[in-house]
């Protein structure tokens, strides 16, 4: 039971179709919580992981039950759930995006993503309920849901938030919180990945996937009075080992897969390590002294593949819609580790594969979540 003032916060960071992962851990977590109700008082999510999180904030009142559906939902997933794969849409897009580099000089502008997100945002418009969401407020099984964004004019992460009474707005360099009231909206502008899908317009702004700009990713927990926060990472974390001879240069696609690496994973592991630090510098000063610091102990907890799951993509990635390997082949990731496709490949295979290893990681640290989960 959790003392007066205590909340515990769980963190889902982004990782496109990797978002799996975080569907197994969430299923092992509902198994060990034993009960109904949310162990979780705050949620916070950016990218695929603002959709996950407002999928467990609406089960406040029967995790279990929650997080089944977020499983089901998940293992229904095909590519064509996402994004338009049909050939001529991303031959249209991929063509207009080419037209631009030739003809941007006359005018010419592509304003779409290469990816069509059409499928994806009627799938948010259908499963985010802000009635769920509310009830679970009211009831105080919900402290706070919080989903970031980044804004493309105001050139921040904006931490979108609903919640109890008392949370205030907040500012800091390159990050603000705000409060509102939730819709797919939100959801879908925290997940529109840069270049792939069409930025998102909330209100008078433009916003974009939620990684991009969230150079603390614990930050909207602690704000909204986090004194706990479990994470959930969707990169294994041992760094990949230089090769014994130089490779090629990279092409086009394996850059940007790349890029999409260092945003959804560099920034929540950097920001797990700051914590850590805090934690123990806090914990060395005598209690004069920390009565005297805003600084606070806030216990951190996390979870990540415990293997690369890279060579799991690679596995799976000939079920892919043909269409969309025509495309990788053409930017050059086709033949490649895996990075890529373990990004964008929303196929039932890959993603059971995914839960799998989510739940077993999970599981296999039983002890010591449940540890954590009871404080």
């Known amino acids: 039971m959790r003392e007066a003032g205590e909340r515990t916060a769980l963190v889902l960071q982004g990782g496109g179709a990797r978002g799996g992962y975080q569907v197994g851990v969430i299923k092992a977590l509902a198994e060990i919580a034993g009960r109904r109700r949310l162990p979780f008082q705050i949620i916070c999510g950016a990218s695929v992981g603002s959709i996950n999180a407002a999928a467990v904030a609406m089960a406040a009142h029967d995790f279990p039950a929650g997080a089944r559906h977020i499983e089901d939902l998940w293992l229904s997933l095909r590519c064509n759930t ?101 819709t797919a909206d939100h959801l879908l502008a925290s997940a529109a990945l840069p270049f792939a899908f069409a930025p998102v317009r909330i209100g008078t702004g433009y916003y974009l996937d939620g990684s991009m700009r969230l150079t603390s990713p614990l930050s909207p927990a602690i704000h909204t009075g986090a004194t706990r926060i479990l994470v959930i990472s969707t990169r294994d974390g041992v760094p990949g080992r230089l090769p014994a001879t130089a490779p090629e240069p990279p092409s086009i696609g394996e850059m940007a897969a790349y890029a999409l690496d260092i945003m959804f994973n560099d920034n929540l592991e950097a920001d797990t390590e700051r914590m850590l630090r805090i934690n123990n510098t806090v914990s060395l000063l005598p209690p004069e002294a920390r009565e005297k610091t805003p600084l606070k102990v806030i216990e951190t907890l996390m979870l990540n593949p415990s293997q690369d799951i890279r060579p799991i993509a690679k596995r799976h990635r000939s079920s892919l819609p043909r269409a969309m390997r025509i495309l990788m082949r053409s930017l050059g990731v086709m033949g490649g580790d895996g990075r890529m496709e373990s990004y964008l490949m929303f196929e039932p295979e890959y993603v059971s594969d995914l839960i799998a290893l989510g739940y077993g990681d999970t599981m296999a640290r039983r002890d010591e979540v449940a540890g954590f989960l009871a404080g």
């Open 82 to 182: 996402i994004y338009d794969t049909r050939a001529l849409t991303l031959l249209g897009s991929s063509l207009r995006w080419a037209g631009t580099l030739v003809l941007g000089h006359f005018g010419l502008r592509s304003r779409g993503g290469l990816l069509n997100a059409a499928p994806l945002a009627a799938l948010l418009q259908r499963e985010f309920s802000a009635a769920l969401l509310q009830r679970a407020i009211r009831s105080g099984a919900l402290d706070a849901l919080c989903i970031t964004a980044s804004g493309f004019a105001e050139g921040n992460a904006m931490t979108f938030f609903d919640g109890a009474e008392g949370i205030a707005d907040w500012a800091r360099a390159r990050r603000r919180g705000v409060r509102v009231a939730m």
